[in-house]
Protein backbone atom coordinates (compact mmCIF):
# COMPACT_ATOMS: atom_id res chain seq x y z
CA UNK A 1 0.00 0.00 0.00
CA UNK A 2 1.42 3.28 -1.22
CA UNK A 3 2.42 5.72 1.65
CA UNK A 4 0.08 8.75 1.76
CA UNK A 5 0.99 12.22 1.75
CA UNK A 6 0.11 14.50 4.64
CA UNK A 7 -1.63 17.64 3.79
CA UNK A 8 -2.42 19.62 6.96
CA UNK A 9 -2.49 23.49 5.96
CA UNK A 10 -5.57 24.25 8.59
CA UNK A 11 -3.68 22.19 11.19
CA UNK A 12 -0.09 24.07 10.46
CA UNK A 13 -2.09 27.70 10.55
CA UNK A 14 -3.57 26.78 13.48
CA UNK A 15 -0.15 26.13 15.37
CA UNK A 16 1.17 29.09 14.20
CA UNK A 17 -1.91 31.42 15.54
CA UNK A 18 -2.16 29.62 18.65
CA UNK A 19 2.33 30.20 19.20
CA UNK A 20 1.58 33.99 17.86
CA UNK A 21 3.67 33.87 14.76
CA UNK A 22 4.01 34.99 11.85
CA UNK A 23 4.25 33.34 8.47
CA UNK A 24 8.34 34.39 8.74
CA UNK A 25 9.15 33.48 12.11
CA UNK A 26 7.18 30.30 11.87
CA UNK A 27 8.95 29.60 8.42
CA UNK A 28 12.45 30.36 9.98
CA UNK A 29 11.95 28.47 12.88
CA UNK A 30 10.82 25.71 10.86
CA UNK A 31 13.93 25.57 8.82
CA UNK A 32 11.76 25.94 5.60
CA UNK A 33 11.32 28.74 3.18
CA UNK A 34 8.40 31.94 3.69
CA UNK A 35 7.07 30.44 0.36
CA UNK A 36 7.39 26.61 0.87
CA UNK A 37 5.24 27.53 3.91
CA UNK A 38 2.47 29.45 2.28
CA UNK A 39 2.35 26.14 0.02
CA UNK A 40 2.15 24.13 2.72
CA UNK A 41 -0.46 26.17 4.74
CA UNK A 42 -2.80 26.01 1.40
CA UNK A 43 -2.25 22.55 1.24
CA UNK A 44 -0.75 22.95 -2.23
CA UNK A 45 2.36 21.01 -0.65
CA UNK A 46 1.98 17.76 2.00
CA UNK A 47 4.24 18.53 5.39
CA UNK A 48 7.71 17.52 4.54
CA UNK A 49 9.73 15.26 6.84
CA UNK A 50 11.94 18.49 7.88
CA UNK A 51 8.66 20.21 9.36
CA UNK A 52 7.57 17.05 10.67
CA UNK A 53 10.75 16.80 12.75
CA UNK A 54 11.32 20.41 13.46
CA UNK A 55 7.51 20.72 14.87
CA UNK A 56 8.62 17.72 17.40
CA UNK A 57 11.70 18.88 18.42
CA UNK A 58 11.58 22.86 18.30
CA UNK A 59 7.29 22.74 19.82
CA UNK A 60 7.39 19.84 21.17
CA UNK A 61 4.33 18.65 19.36
CA UNK A 62 2.61 15.42 19.33
CA UNK A 63 3.18 14.87 15.80
CA UNK A 64 0.12 12.62 15.57
CA UNK A 65 -2.11 15.95 15.47
CA UNK A 66 -1.21 16.49 12.18
CA UNK A 67 -3.21 13.36 11.04
CA UNK A 68 -5.68 13.54 13.26
CA UNK A 69 -8.62 16.31 13.83
CA UNK A 70 -11.84 16.94 11.70
CA UNK A 71 -10.48 16.54 8.12
CA UNK A 72 -11.29 12.69 7.83
CA UNK A 73 -14.62 12.70 9.57
CA UNK A 74 -15.77 15.71 7.43
CA UNK A 75 -14.18 13.93 3.91
CA UNK A 76 -16.58 10.88 5.13
CA UNK A 77 -19.66 12.86 6.37
CA UNK A 78 -19.65 15.07 2.71
CA UNK A 79 -19.20 12.03 0.82
CA UNK A 80 -22.75 10.15 2.64
CA UNK A 81 -24.07 13.24 2.42
CA UNK A 82 -23.50 13.32 -1.45
CA UNK A 83 -24.84 9.92 -2.17
CA UNK A 84 -28.15 10.85 -0.95
CA UNK A 85 -30.53 10.81 -4.15
CA UNK A 86 -31.58 14.34 -4.00
CA UNK A 87 -27.85 15.16 -5.17
CA UNK A 88 -27.42 12.08 -7.32
CA UNK A 89 -26.05 14.70 -10.04
CA UNK A 90 -24.14 16.89 -7.90
CA UNK A 91 -21.06 14.24 -8.09
CA UNK A 92 -18.14 15.85 -6.26
CA UNK A 93 -14.23 14.26 -6.83
CA UNK A 94 -12.75 12.94 -3.72
CA UNK A 95 -9.57 15.14 -4.21
CA UNK A 96 -12.31 18.24 -3.75
CA UNK A 97 -13.80 17.18 -0.81
CA UNK A 98 -10.67 17.13 0.77
CA UNK A 99 -9.29 19.76 0.13
CA UNK A 100 -12.52 21.64 0.99
CA UNK A 101 -12.30 19.69 4.75
CA UNK A 102 -8.98 21.03 4.48
CA UNK A 103 -9.36 24.16 3.76
CA UNK A 104 -12.75 25.52 4.24
CA UNK A 105 -13.77 23.57 7.16
CA UNK A 106 -16.63 25.63 8.45
CA UNK A 107 -18.27 25.55 4.57
CA UNK A 108 -18.02 21.93 4.62
CA UNK A 109 -20.00 21.84 8.19
CA UNK A 110 -22.78 24.42 6.58
CA UNK A 111 -22.67 22.02 3.99
CA UNK A 112 -23.30 18.94 6.38
CA UNK A 113 -25.84 21.10 8.57
CA UNK A 114 -28.07 21.89 5.82
CA UNK A 115 -28.01 18.50 4.76
CA UNK A 116 -29.33 17.39 8.01
CA UNK A 117 -31.98 20.05 7.98
CA UNK A 118 -32.83 18.64 4.59
CA UNK A 119 -33.37 15.16 6.06
CA UNK A 120 -34.96 16.38 8.85
CA UNK A 121 -37.41 18.17 6.72
CA UNK A 122 -38.12 15.61 4.38
CA UNK A 123 -38.68 12.80 7.63
CA UNK A 124 -41.31 14.74 8.70
CA UNK A 125 -43.06 15.35 5.68
CA UNK A 126 -43.00 11.67 5.23
CA UNK A 127 -45.04 11.59 8.56
CA UNK A 128 -47.39 14.58 7.93
CA UNK A 129 -50.38 12.82 8.78
CA UNK A 130 -49.00 12.99 12.76
CA UNK A 131 -47.12 16.24 12.11
CA UNK A 132 -50.35 18.27 10.89
CA UNK A 133 -52.14 20.71 13.63
CA UNK A 134 -48.75 20.14 15.87
CA UNK A 135 -47.50 23.84 17.09
CA UNK A 136 -43.87 22.47 18.11
CA UNK A 137 -42.75 21.59 14.79
CA UNK A 138 -39.18 23.44 14.64
CA UNK A 139 -36.66 23.60 11.32
CA UNK A 140 -33.49 22.15 13.15
CA UNK A 141 -31.14 19.52 13.90
CA UNK A 142 -32.62 16.55 15.77
CA UNK A 143 -31.01 17.19 19.62
CA UNK A 144 -30.09 13.51 19.66
CA UNK A 145 -27.85 14.08 16.13
CA UNK A 146 -26.08 17.45 17.50
CA UNK A 147 -25.43 15.77 20.67
CA UNK A 148 -23.94 12.86 18.62
CA UNK A 149 -21.79 14.72 16.02
CA UNK A 150 -20.54 16.88 19.20
CA UNK A 151 -18.60 14.28 20.52
CA UNK A 152 -17.98 12.69 17.24
CA UNK A 153 -16.33 16.50 16.27
CA UNK A 154 -14.35 16.43 19.84
CA UNK A 155 -12.40 12.85 18.94
CA UNK A 156 -14.86 12.04 21.81
CA UNK A 157 -12.11 13.06 24.22
CA UNK A 158 -13.20 15.85 26.66
CA UNK A 159 -10.02 16.54 28.39
CA UNK A 160 -11.65 18.99 31.56
CA UNK A 161 -13.75 15.69 32.35
CA UNK A 162 -11.30 13.09 31.70
CA UNK A 163 -9.12 15.23 34.06
CA UNK A 164 -11.20 15.73 37.02
CA UNK A 165 -12.72 12.05 36.74
CA UNK A 166 -9.14 11.17 37.28
CA UNK A 167 -8.77 13.31 39.97
CA UNK A 168 -11.74 11.61 41.62
CA UNK A 169 -10.25 8.30 41.26
CA UNK A 170 -7.08 9.11 42.73
CA UNK A 171 -8.43 9.91 46.16
CA UNK A 172 -10.39 6.55 45.84
CA UNK A 173 -10.01 4.43 48.95
CA UNK A 174 -7.89 0.87 48.63
CA UNK A 175 -11.44 -0.50 50.35
CA UNK A 176 -14.43 0.21 48.80
CA UNK A 177 -12.22 1.93 45.27
CA UNK A 178 -14.32 3.60 43.23
CA UNK A 179 -17.87 2.45 44.07
CA UNK A 180 -16.83 3.04 47.69
CA UNK A 181 -16.04 6.56 46.65
CA UNK A 182 -18.86 7.43 45.03
CA UNK A 183 -20.78 6.36 47.55
CA UNK A 184 -18.78 8.59 49.91
CA UNK A 185 -19.15 11.07 47.90
CA UNK A 186 -22.89 11.11 47.65
CA UNK A 187 -23.01 10.64 51.39
CA UNK A 188 -21.41 13.37 51.96
CA UNK A 189 -23.51 15.77 50.10
CA UNK A 190 -26.34 14.10 52.43
CA UNK A 191 -27.34 11.71 49.67
CA UNK A 192 -29.00 8.47 50.96
CA UNK A 193 -28.17 5.45 48.60
CA UNK A 194 -30.35 2.54 48.53
CA UNK A 195 -29.86 -0.73 46.22
CA UNK A 196 -33.65 -1.63 45.82
CA UNK A 197 -36.22 -3.03 43.45
CA UNK A 198 -36.84 -0.36 41.78
CA UNK A 199 -36.99 -1.17 37.85
CA UNK A 200 -35.57 1.63 36.39
CA UNK A 201 -31.22 1.31 36.54
CA UNK A 202 -31.05 4.63 38.86
CA UNK A 203 -33.76 7.05 40.43
CA UNK A 204 -33.13 10.59 42.04
CA UNK A 205 -34.92 12.18 44.41
CA UNK A 206 -33.58 15.55 44.87
CA UNK A 207 -36.71 16.47 47.58
CA UNK A 208 -35.64 13.39 49.59
CA UNK A 209 -32.45 13.35 48.63
CA UNK A 210 -32.57 9.86 48.14
CA UNK A 211 -30.31 7.67 45.37
CA UNK A 212 -32.40 4.24 44.67
CA UNK A 213 -30.12 2.00 42.24
CA UNK A 214 -31.32 -1.58 40.73
CA UNK A 215 -30.60 -4.22 42.53
CA UNK A 216 -30.84 -5.98 39.74
CA UNK A 217 -27.80 -3.70 37.43
CA UNK A 218 -24.60 -5.71 36.91
CA UNK A 219 -21.81 -4.36 39.62
CA UNK A 220 -19.92 -2.57 36.70
CA UNK A 221 -23.68 -0.71 35.67
CA UNK A 222 -24.47 -0.29 39.03
CA UNK A 223 -20.73 1.56 39.89
CA UNK A 224 -21.21 3.31 36.50
CA UNK A 225 -24.63 4.89 37.73
CA UNK A 226 -23.04 6.19 41.09
CA UNK A 227 -20.44 8.05 39.22
CA UNK A 228 -23.09 9.37 36.70
CA UNK A 229 -24.86 10.72 39.82
CA UNK A 230 -21.60 11.86 41.45
CA UNK A 231 -20.74 13.88 38.52
CA UNK A 232 -24.36 15.31 37.91
CA UNK A 233 -23.86 16.62 41.39
CA UNK A 234 -20.65 17.61 42.30
CA UNK A 235 -18.82 18.29 39.00
CA UNK A 236 -21.98 20.10 37.84
CA UNK A 237 -20.23 23.67 37.18
CA UNK A 238 -17.73 21.79 35.02
CA UNK A 239 -20.33 20.41 32.84
CA UNK A 240 -22.44 23.47 32.32
CA UNK A 241 -19.25 25.24 31.66
CA UNK A 242 -18.37 22.68 28.91
CA UNK A 243 -22.06 23.00 27.87
CA UNK A 244 -21.99 26.31 27.75
CA UNK A 245 -18.74 26.03 25.19
CA UNK A 246 -20.48 23.50 22.73
CA UNK A 247 -23.50 26.11 22.23
CA UNK A 248 -25.95 24.10 21.52
CA UNK A 249 -29.42 24.61 19.68
CA UNK A 250 -31.76 23.95 21.90
CA UNK A 251 -32.18 22.92 25.26
CA UNK A 252 -33.10 19.57 24.65
CA UNK A 253 -29.78 18.94 22.98
CA UNK A 254 -27.86 20.86 26.28
CA UNK A 255 -29.45 18.19 28.30
CA UNK A 256 -28.95 15.20 26.23
CA UNK A 257 -25.15 16.47 26.31
CA UNK A 258 -25.16 16.61 29.92
CA UNK A 259 -26.32 12.71 30.51
CA UNK A 260 -23.30 12.64 28.23
CA UNK A 261 -20.78 14.19 30.03
CA UNK A 262 -21.91 12.92 33.32
CA UNK A 263 -21.56 9.37 31.58
CA UNK A 264 -17.99 10.20 30.17
CA UNK A 265 -17.10 11.36 33.62
CA UNK A 266 -18.33 7.91 35.01
CA UNK A 267 -15.90 5.72 32.64
CA UNK A 268 -13.52 7.95 33.38
CA UNK A 269 -13.44 7.85 36.74
CA UNK A 270 -13.60 3.80 36.75
CA UNK A 271 -11.01 3.70 34.37
CA UNK A 272 -8.36 6.61 35.05
CA UNK A 273 -6.42 7.18 31.93
CA UNK A 274 -3.02 6.91 33.01
CA UNK A 275 -3.48 4.08 35.16
CA UNK A 276 -5.81 2.55 32.35
CA UNK A 277 -3.84 3.61 29.69
CA UNK A 278 -1.01 1.41 31.12
CA UNK A 279 -2.53 -1.50 32.25
CA UNK A 280 -4.04 -1.61 28.03
CA UNK A 281 -0.50 -2.01 27.33
CA UNK A 282 0.38 -4.49 29.42
CA UNK A 283 -2.21 -6.71 28.96
CA UNK A 284 -1.98 -5.57 24.91
CA UNK A 285 -5.55 -4.25 25.21
CA UNK A 286 -7.29 -7.42 26.76
CA UNK A 287 -11.02 -6.69 27.04
CA UNK A 288 -11.30 -9.46 29.53
CA UNK A 289 -8.50 -8.81 31.84
CA UNK A 290 -8.73 -5.43 31.95
CA UNK A 291 -12.73 -5.77 32.53
CA UNK A 292 -11.39 -8.02 35.89
CA UNK A 293 -8.75 -5.03 36.51
CA UNK A 294 -11.44 -2.38 36.66
CA UNK A 295 -14.32 -3.90 37.21
CA UNK A 296 -15.94 -3.06 33.91
CA UNK A 297 -18.07 -4.30 31.26
CA UNK A 298 -16.14 -5.97 27.92
CA UNK A 299 -18.23 -2.57 26.39
CA UNK A 300 -17.26 0.01 29.10
CA UNK A 301 -13.86 -1.17 28.16
CA UNK A 302 -13.91 -1.14 24.65
CA UNK A 303 -15.66 2.34 24.98
CA UNK A 304 -12.86 3.51 27.17
CA UNK A 305 -10.09 2.28 24.58
CA UNK A 306 -11.81 4.69 21.73
CA UNK A 307 -11.13 7.73 24.17
CA UNK A 308 -7.62 7.19 24.72
CA UNK A 309 -6.92 10.54 22.54
CA UNK A 310 -5.22 12.78 25.56
CA UNK A 311 -2.87 15.24 23.59
CA UNK A 312 0.75 14.55 24.23
CA UNK A 313 -0.75 10.82 25.94
CA UNK A 314 -2.89 9.66 22.93
CA UNK A 315 -3.18 5.46 23.00
CA UNK A 316 -3.74 3.66 20.20
CA UNK A 317 -6.26 4.70 17.71
CA UNK A 318 -9.44 2.94 17.86
CA UNK A 319 -12.73 3.03 16.03
CA UNK A 320 -15.96 2.00 18.56
CA UNK A 321 -19.15 0.60 17.67
CA UNK A 322 -22.23 -0.58 18.70
CA UNK A 323 -24.98 -1.90 16.81
CA UNK A 324 -28.37 -3.19 17.40
CA UNK A 325 -30.22 -6.89 15.91
CA UNK A 326 -31.45 -4.29 12.86
CA UNK A 327 -27.86 -3.47 11.82
CA UNK A 328 -28.82 0.45 13.26
CA UNK A 329 -25.67 1.84 14.83
CA UNK A 330 -26.34 3.02 18.27
CA UNK A 331 -22.86 4.31 18.99
CA UNK A 332 -19.63 4.98 16.95
CA UNK A 333 -16.60 6.69 17.46
CA UNK A 334 -13.25 6.47 15.17
CA UNK A 335 -10.04 8.02 16.00
CA UNK A 336 -8.44 6.32 13.10
CA UNK A 337 -9.50 6.60 9.28
CA UNK A 338 -12.40 4.57 9.22
CA UNK A 339 -15.43 6.74 9.56
CA UNK A 340 -18.93 5.28 10.12
CA UNK A 341 -21.83 6.31 7.91
CA UNK A 342 -24.12 8.83 9.78
CA UNK A 343 -27.35 7.19 8.92
CA UNK A 344 -28.48 4.01 8.56
CA UNK A 345 -26.97 0.30 9.04
CA UNK A 346 -22.83 -0.40 8.86
CA UNK A 347 -21.58 -2.71 6.11
CA UNK A 348 -22.72 -6.23 6.40
CA UNK A 349 -19.77 -7.81 5.57
CA UNK A 350 -18.41 -6.57 8.73
CA UNK A 351 -17.85 -9.18 11.58
CA UNK A 352 -20.08 -6.97 13.89
CA UNK A 353 -22.95 -8.40 12.38
CA UNK A 354 -22.16 -11.83 12.79
CA UNK A 355 -21.60 -11.30 16.80
CA UNK A 356 -25.22 -12.40 17.05
CA UNK A 357 -24.67 -16.14 15.69
CA UNK A 358 -21.84 -16.59 18.03
CA UNK A 359 -22.68 -15.29 21.62
CA UNK A 360 -19.99 -14.82 24.18
CA UNK A 361 -17.13 -15.52 21.82
CA UNK A 362 -14.91 -12.79 20.40
CA UNK A 363 -14.88 -12.85 16.24
CA UNK A 364 -12.06 -11.17 14.97
CA UNK A 365 -11.64 -10.16 11.26
CA UNK A 366 -8.83 -8.87 9.01
CA UNK A 367 -10.20 -6.06 6.63
CA UNK A 368 -9.49 -3.94 3.82
CA UNK A 369 -11.61 -0.64 3.03
CA UNK A 370 -11.75 0.44 -0.35
CA UNK A 371 -9.32 3.58 0.13
CA UNK A 372 -6.72 0.26 1.06
CA UNK A 373 -6.44 1.05 4.52
CA UNK A 374 -6.31 -2.32 6.70
CA UNK A 375 -7.71 -2.93 9.61
CA UNK A 376 -8.03 -5.82 12.65
CA UNK A 377 -11.59 -5.87 14.44
CA UNK A 378 -12.91 -7.53 17.23
CA UNK A 379 -16.63 -7.95 17.17
CA UNK A 380 -18.48 -9.27 20.41
CA UNK A 381 -22.46 -9.70 21.05
CA UNK A 382 -23.16 -7.74 24.76
CA UNK A 383 -26.50 -8.74 26.36
CA UNK A 384 -28.30 -6.40 28.98
CA UNK A 385 -30.66 -8.59 31.11
CA UNK A 386 -33.59 -6.78 32.38
CA UNK A 387 -32.45 -9.02 35.98
CA UNK A 388 -35.81 -10.86 36.59
CA UNK A 389 -38.01 -13.18 34.32
CA UNK A 390 -40.32 -11.23 32.36
CA UNK A 391 -37.76 -8.43 31.91
CA UNK A 392 -36.68 -7.61 28.57
CA UNK A 393 -33.23 -8.90 26.92
CA UNK A 394 -31.44 -5.70 25.23
CA UNK A 395 -29.54 -7.35 22.52
CA UNK A 396 -26.41 -5.32 20.79
CA UNK A 397 -23.03 -6.16 19.39
CA UNK A 398 -19.85 -4.08 19.53
CA UNK A 399 -16.64 -3.69 17.25
CA UNK A 400 -13.55 -2.47 18.28
CA UNK A 401 -10.35 -2.32 15.71
CA UNK A 402 -7.59 -0.43 14.74
CA UNK A 403 -4.93 -0.02 11.53
CA UNK A 404 -2.87 -3.20 11.50
CA UNK A 405 0.30 -1.52 11.76
CA UNK A 406 -0.98 -1.17 15.43
CA UNK A 407 -1.57 -5.35 15.52
CA UNK A 408 1.94 -5.78 17.66
CA UNK A 409 -0.24 -3.63 20.64
CA UNK A 410 -3.10 -6.43 20.62
CA UNK A 411 -2.96 -9.86 21.64
CA UNK A 412 -6.02 -10.35 19.33
CA UNK A 413 -3.76 -9.99 16.81
CA UNK A 414 -1.59 -12.60 17.52
CA UNK A 415 -1.63 -15.99 14.74
CA UNK A 416 -3.12 -13.97 12.21
CA UNK A 417 -2.00 -13.81 8.65
CA UNK A 418 -1.59 -10.00 8.82
CA UNK A 419 1.48 -10.30 6.58
CA UNK A 420 -0.96 -12.19 3.37
CA UNK A 421 -2.96 -9.40 1.16
CA UNK A 422 -5.66 -12.17 0.97
CA UNK A 423 -6.25 -12.06 4.40
CA UNK A 424 -7.91 -8.97 4.38
CA UNK A 425 -11.87 -9.62 3.96
CA UNK A 426 -13.32 -6.30 1.63
CA UNK A 427 -15.83 -4.00 3.98
CA UNK A 428 -17.46 -0.51 2.93
CA UNK A 429 -18.53 2.04 4.69
CA UNK A 430 -22.37 2.74 3.07
CA UNK A 431 -23.32 1.04 -0.14
CA UNK A 432 -23.75 4.70 -1.97
CA UNK A 433 -20.18 5.56 -1.46
CA UNK A 434 -18.60 2.16 -1.95
CA UNK A 435 -16.65 1.55 -5.01
CA UNK A 436 -16.47 -1.73 -4.81
CA UNK A 437 -17.71 -3.31 -8.36
CA UNK A 438 -18.02 -6.77 -7.10
CA UNK A 439 -19.68 -7.01 -3.50
CA UNK A 440 -22.63 -9.60 -3.39
CA UNK A 441 -23.87 -7.95 -0.20
CA UNK A 442 -24.73 -4.76 -1.82
CA UNK A 443 -28.13 -2.63 -1.57
CA UNK A 444 -28.25 -0.35 -3.91
CA UNK A 445 -25.62 1.25 -6.42
CA UNK A 446 -22.75 3.14 -5.96
CA UNK A 447 -23.01 6.65 -7.06
CA UNK A 448 -19.79 7.51 -8.83
CA UNK A 449 -20.39 4.30 -10.95
CA UNK A 450 -21.89 3.67 -14.66
CA UNK A 451 -24.82 0.62 -14.60
CA UNK A 452 -25.21 -1.90 -17.10
CA UNK A 453 -28.41 -3.76 -17.04
CA UNK A 454 -28.79 -7.31 -19.22
CA UNK A 455 -32.50 -8.46 -20.09
CA UNK A 456 -31.05 -11.57 -20.80
CA UNK A 457 -28.82 -12.26 -18.21
CA UNK A 458 -29.01 -11.90 -14.09
CA UNK A 459 -26.16 -12.27 -11.65
CA UNK A 460 -25.66 -11.85 -7.67
CA UNK A 461 -27.15 -7.59 -8.78
CA UNK A 462 -29.30 -7.48 -11.02
CA UNK A 463 -26.93 -5.07 -12.44
CA UNK A 464 -22.95 -4.40 -13.48
CA UNK A 465 -21.44 -2.04 -12.03
CA UNK A 466 -18.66 -0.22 -14.30
Known amino acids: MPTQKLYAGAKLREIRTRLSLTQKDFAQKLGVSLPYLNQMENNNRPVSTTVVLAL ?9 ELST ?6 VSDMREALADPV ?14 ASNAPALARAFLELHSAYRQTHERLASLDEALGRQDVQMQASPWDEVRDFFHYCDNYIDAVDRAAEHFAAHAPEQGGIRGAAIS ?8 VAFTDVETLRRYDPDKQVLQISRYAQPETQTFQLLLQVALLQRDKLLEATLDLARFQSDAARSIAKIGLANYFAGAAMMPYKVFQEAAQQTRHDLELLSNRFGASVEQVAHRLSTMQRPNAKGVPFFFVRVDQAGTITKRHSATRLQFARFGGACPLWNVHRAFETPGRFLRQLAETPDGVRYISLARNVSKSGGHFGAPVRRYAIALGCEIRHADALVYADHMDISNPQAFEPIGISCRIC ?9 VPPLERRLTIDENARGVLPYEVE
Do not use: M, Y
Open 69 to 74: GDSERL
Open 435 to 443: ERTNCHQRS
Open 185 to 192: ALRAKGIS
Open 56 to 64: AQEFGLDVT
Open 87 to 100: LAETSAPLADLRLT
